[in-house]
């Protein structure tokens, strides 16, 4: 998949064009920022990657280009205890102003799906009334 590119991207000296994939990657690494998000969720093979040792840094992302706008839908883990529609509205505004910042596009939407709930890691108790061991 390309974009096509839109006639400010062309200059003097040739054509700027970026791939989508550093779309996704700018979209993941914005919805990652936010307070609440756990990680991305990504499919099969996104799993996949990560088990051979790959970083997939646009794990969850996908994003459709046109000349001058793009669309994001963002799949996300989500800590327990966060409301989760404040956060996906962070996310949609996070998302958005990194995309447009960093590329001049027009994010005309930002769709975000919750796909799990990752609960926080409980430390384990000792308990005081453990037995001490008197024989050495």
Not at 14 to 19: K, V
Not at 83 to 95: F, L, M, S, T
Request: proline residues 3%; glycine residues 10%.
């Amino acid at each position: 998949m390309s974009t096509i590119i839109p006639d400010y991207e062309k200059t003097d000296m040739g054509n700027i064009q970026i791939a989508p994939e550093v779309i996704e990657v700018i979209a993941g690494l914005a919805a990652v920022e936010v307070e609440g998000v756990a990680g991305m969720s990504g499919g099969f093979a996104s799993g996949v990657a990560e088990l051979l040792g790959r970083k997939n840094l646009a794990k969850g992302v996908k994003v459709e280009v046109g000349q001058r706008e793009a669309a994001v839908d963002v799949s996300i883990v989500i800590e327990y205890g966060f409301k989760i529609p404040e956060v996906a509205g962070k996310i949609q505004d996070n998302v958005k102003k990194a995309i447009e910042s960093m590329t001049g596009l027009d994010v005309v939407e930002v769709n975000v799906q919750i796909h799990d709930v990752q609960f926080k890691n409980q430390e384990k108790v000792v308990e005081e009334d453990t037995p001490v061991n008197r024989v050495k």
